[in-house]
């Protein structure tokens, strides 16, 4: 297992709303990504509406895209911190909470995401009842800041998405920023993992 996974690509937008992996290799059974993330948006409004990404397989803009979206958030005062969770159904495009703005601290005011996809190559699916690609996303930021109480913000997000009718391979994935363009220093890695 020792050549199980394979960096293919590092992205370092800044400067730009969008950051694309594009043309991506067949070769591998599921795609890995992790990120570190923030923009330059000068909001004091961090929220799960401002601090977000979204993201698009294969340049789809249709309204193809489902999800389920569990959230977790932390505040100074313990009984003030939430979890709640909602669906999203048709929509054309599915997004993640992990690009705080910055307005917050330089030091403390990153998030992060991660994103596992299986079977990302193979333009069938198991499972008729679900066309796409079904897949995990993971994002969070942690930030000490002025002008806020909040302590922290996590967010869990599980999605399946492209139901488009017919499957087909992810070759591209896009994500833009909601507010801002990124900052310098903003990384996304892409790895592709072989399970044999």
Known sequence: MANAVTKLATLTPSGTTAAAFTSISSAYDDLYIIASVKTDSTSSSLTRATARLYYQFNGDTSFNYNSVNVYVQGHSSVATGEDYW???????????????????????????????????????????????????VLGCYDFASTGTAYMGNSFNQMNYGMATGTNTAITSINFKTIYGNYTAGTTMTMYGIKNT
Not at 91 to 116: H, I, K, Q, R, V
């Open 86 to 136: 909602n669906s999203g159904s048709a929509s054309n495009n599915m997004y993640l909470s992990c690009a705080p703005t910055s307005y917050y601290s330089s030091s403390n005011g990153w998030g992060s995401f991660e994103m596992y996809i299986p079977g990302y190559a193979v333009a069938t699916s198991a499972n008729p009842e679900y066309l796409g690609k079904p897949h995990r």
